[in-house]
């Protein structure tokens, strides 16, 4: 067993970069659909189109992330000087994202909600996808890798279980009546919070395993390795289907609690289960070492699936029960499944490692390319269903939309699932072990 690398500080610090991310992501993948909708004035199809716009260009971001990580050098490193060097726009945009611009026109509203929103997906890339990239670097001991991850995803679960539970009450709080005011007020909050975070992972974490022989290597070798990297492909299309099954199922949430059960007041209750999240995260830690880690997320998937399928008899039959215990069950899951994420992409950048190219910042990059990708499709699955079936916000839905609102809250998550442990069958964990003891 290697030696143990980290501080206790450093452990933390770490964590509190993804807690940062999350406390901006949650509130755009939770209620961002649902503010441009109904309190910024857009229509669900000029939202669609705009998350699609978004999220292609967030696919090329990622990428050109991950490459500018691969090529910079710093004396903080390569991936620990994104932290400083783009926080502060990272909070301005997620500012300006939920500022409501009134003296503009419709038309200029909607350039107002493309340049924030295109503008916020690239600082958040910046910021989010070096939490990925530095965790190989920080240490050489698998068991180490593991705990780091788990602490960075129960920082994050965290936080995301805080922005989902509190948003609605705060958004009250700040704007007493007032949703534009209230959305902005939250925003500000959290994003203030936000910079302080991620600031404070600059300072504390160090970047100490590179091969300068191996490192800053042209992209068509590191492109040639990717094409051998087997398991960082499997990983990489796991990781765009959980969040593609994140966002459908997340945007439509308040949806189904405003329209189908006339009280959105329950979207915070609801959102407060999914704090079981955290038993799945801490768990990986201990299961992990049993199951190993494929089988840990394969666990996780099945428990997952299992939540959602109680989820949809409760969704079917309006039982609030049903559907609380659904979310309980769903939670568990999905910690297990999404604590695992950064820890088996830094093993698949450890494998890149032994085919002789080391760059983390683009194989790091499939975890934002990932999330983008699966938020953009989700988002527009999402948004265009409500418009075809003939959306009309706060208003009372028809019976077309009532039953979109309940396929995407319930029943394609349930498919999704069922793809997503098919593919994760692929994964040669032994294969990823053998190459880089």
């Known amino acids: 067993m290697n030696k143990w690398n980290t501080s206790l500080t450093e452990r933390i610090s770490y964590g509190l970069s993804d807690a940062a991310d999350n406390l901006v992501f949650q509130m755009m993948t939770t209620y961002l659909l649902f503010f441009y909708t109904d309190v910024f004035g857009l229509t669900a199809s000029e939202v669609a189109i705009l998350f699609v716009v978004a999220r292609a260009a967030d696919v090329f971001e990622s990428l050109i992330i991950g490459i500018m990580i691969d090529n910079t050098h710093s ?20 500012i300006l994202t939920f500022v409501t611009p009134n003296f503009l026109p419709h038309s200029g509203k909607l350039i107002w909600a493309y340049v924030t929103y295109l ?23 698998e068991q180490e890798t593991t705990l780091l991850g788990v602490i960075r995803q129960f920082s994050g679960s965290s936080v995301q279980i805080i922005v989902a539970v509190f948003t609605v009450p705060l958004v009250s709080i700040f704007g007493k009546g ?23 992972t600059f300072f504390h974490v160090r970047e100490r395993y590179t091969d300068d022989s191996i490192n800053h290597q042209p992209i068509s070798k590191v492109w040639g390795m990717l094409k051998q990297n087997r398991p960082w492909i499997v990983i990489s299309i796991v990781i765009f289907l959980y969040w593609l099954t994140t966002s459908i199922k997340n945007q439509t949430t308040i949806y189904y609690f405003k329209y189908v059960l006339h009280d959105e007041n329950l979207v915070s209750i609801a959102n407060s289960f999914t704090l079981t999240a955290l038993i799945g995260v801490v768990a990986i830690y201990f299961v992990s070492v049993k199951l190993g880690k494929k089988k840990t997320m394969l666990l996780g998937i099945i428990i997952a699936f299992t939540g959602q399928i109680i989820i949809t008899f409760g969704a079917y039959s309006k039982n609030l029960a049903l559907i609380f215990s659904g979310i309980f069950v769903n939670g568990i899951g999905g910690g297990f499944i999404i604590g695992l994420v950064s820890i088996m992409i830094a093993d698949t950048i ?9 760059a983390e910042g683009v194989l790091a990059s499939t975890d934002d390319f990932g999330v983008n990708l699966g938020l953009g499709l989700g988002g527009l699955i999402t948004a265009e269903s409500l418009q075809i079936s003939g959306y009309v916000s706060n208003k009372t839905q028809s019976a077309s939309t009532i039953s979109a609102i309940n396929l ?30």
């Open 408 to 437: 995407n809250y319930a029943l394609i998550p349930l498919g999704l699932y069922i793809i997503m442990f098919l593919i994760l069958l692929g994964y040669n964990e032994k294969k990823i072990q053998h190459a880089i003891k």
């Open 75 to 94: 004396r903080w490193g390569k991936s620990r000087p994104f932290f400083l060097w783009y926080s502060f726009p990272y909070v301005i945009f997620a």
């Open 119 to 141: 503008g916020l997906g690239f600082f958040y890339t910046a910021v989010n996808l070096p939490i990925t990239s530095i965790l190989p670097t920080m240490t050489d001991n």
């Open 350 to 358: 450890r494998y890149g490692t032994s085919m002789g190219i080391q």
């Open 178 to 200: 007032d949703q534009q005011k209230g959305f902005l007020g939250t925003i500000i909050l959290f994003s203030v919070i936000s910079l302080a975070l991620i600031l404070n």
